[in-house]
């Protein structure tokens, strides 16, 4: 059975620092796509960022980038240039390339120290 | 703007009687998804809509059922809570089942049970 694990219940960052978020998985499939969400206090789940894994470059969105290593089954959230929005519960996701899987990781809460 | 809406946002029940969880969007979303996310855990999909078509995951108790009498409305039937189901429960949409499509959550309903 496919797994999600982020082994950081919480983390802390001074703000406009850097963080990593660390999500492992286990899967015997070779395609499927990989997704960081943010669920800050009180307040609704959004995506983050995306990953195919049949893509080999890291996917980017302004701030944010990941590092997805395939071969490791590891796929790890960078944020830079912290912000106080930035503070919130964040969620790694796998989903199969036919979609009928779908599995969320615990969540590591992130806060950020001014 | 359009987005998913839950409501109500906190539920109380008594042990054994039924509840009733409802969410709405404005997306125009073919589907239609229900997680359940208990305090600490990652979120747990029960069920999701393509449309009318209901798709249950292999492990959603019996007590769970869902409903989905439009386009715009999902619910969520608990026939008899036990203490074990109190939970944030999360509904969700996404344009097609597309495993690559971006969900888009709603803020949830968190489920107490006395």
């Known amino acids: 059975a496919q797994t999600v694990t982020q082994s950081q219940p919480e983390m802390s960052v001074q703000e406009a620092e850097t963080v990593t978020l660390s999500c492992t998985y286990d899967?015997?499939?070779?395609?499927?796509?990989l997704f960081w969400y943010k669920q800050p206090p009180s307040r609704q789940m959004i995506l983050v960022i995306r990953?195919?894994?049949?893509?080999?470059q890291n996917a980017t969105e302004n701030r944010f980038s990941v590092n997805f290593q395939k071969a490791a089954k590891s796929f790890s959230l960078k944020i830079s240039d912290s912000q106080l929005g930035d503070a919130a519960m964040y969620f790694c996701?796998?989903?199969?390339?036919?979609?009928?899987?779908?599995?969320f990781g615990t969540g590591t809460s992130l806060t950020v120290i001014p | 703007d359009a987005m998913v809406i839950q409501n109500p946002r906190y539920q109380v029940t008594q042990f054994g009687k039924p509840v009733t969880l409802s969410c709405s969007q404005t997306?125009?979303?073919?589907?239609m998804y229900w997680y359940q996310q208990k305090s600490s855990q990652a979120p747990k999909l029960l069920f999701h809509?393509?449309?009318?078509?209901?798709?249950n995951e292999a492990d959603t108790p019996d007590n769970f059922q869902s409903r989905r009498p439009n386009t715009s409305f999902c619910f969520l039937d608990i026939r008899s809570p036990g203490l074990g189901d109190a939970a944030m429960y999360l509904c969700?949409?996404?344009?097609?089942?597309?495993?690559?499509?971006?969900?888009?959550f709603g803020p949830g309903t968190r489920l107490t049970v006395l």
């Open positions: 969700a949409t996404s344009p097609r089942w597309a495993p690559r499509d971006t969900q888009y």
């Open positions: 899967t015997s499939e070779s395609d499927y796509y």
């Open positions: 990953q195919e894994a049949y893509k080999q």
């Open positions: 996701a796998y989903r199969s390339a036919a979609g009928n899987q779908f599995y």
């Open positions: 997306l125009n979303h073919n589907v």
């Open positions: 809509y393509y449309d009318k078509d209901f798709n």
